[in-house]
């Protein structure tokens, strides 16, 4: 997930994921975690899936980045 943005750094390519955390909630995150239903990442991901401490890793990263922005998400 290094080519992905986030407020707080991340790679310039892909999507903002600054606000996923407030977008899908914990459970739609973990369900996409699991998943990875998006055809660009399920070539990496489908062969080795991450596991489930890496899955409350990124969960967790997440989180924590919709915390540190706060309120001022729109």
Do not use: C, N
């Not at 943005?5 to 899908?24: R, V, Y």
């Not at 998006?38 to 489930?52: I, V």
């Amino acid at each position: 997930m290094g080519e992905k943005a986030i407020e707080s750094g991340g790679g310039p390519w892909g999507p903002d994921l600054t606000i996923a955390h407030q977008k899908f909630k914990e459970y739609g995150l973990s369900i996409f975690l699991e998943t990875i239903p998006f055809p660009t990442m399920g070539p990496l991901y489908h062969s080795r899936p991450l596991t489930e401490e890496e899955r409350g890793h990124v969960l967790a990263f997440l989180t924590s980045t919709h915390t540190a922005v706060g309120d001022e998400i729109v």
